[in-house]
């Protein structure tokens, strides 16, 4: 599974330099959730604000997320219950609190 690490969130990635590409390759541990995954990268969920799942948005703390035009990957936004089931070959995507507004 690959996770994109944006903004601030890059910190958390061994090659942080602004020219290198922020993404983690990992193989999830059987049960593996995003919360889970979040835990074990040492990444709290109150530095994010948005989260993709395979191309759709999961979760977003704008309020202006439904407007966006994104493919949502459930029907509330602003569900942060991350207990989303994750497997090998699943793209994660991690917006940090610095990147408040998604454009399209």
Known sequence: M???LYGKLRQYAKEA???SDCTIVLEPGPGETITSLLAHMG?????INHIFFNSKLLASR???APF???LQARSNLYDW???VPINNGDRIGLFGADM???GM
Do not use: F
């Open 17 to 19: 330099r602004p020219s």
């Open 43 to 47: 990444i709290p969920v109150d530095e």
């Open 62 to 64: 704008s309020s202006m």
């Open 100 to 102: 408040a507004v998604l």
């Open 2 to 4: 690959e996770i994109h």
């Open 81 to 83: 219950n991350l207990n």
């Open 68 to 70: 966006m035009g994104y």
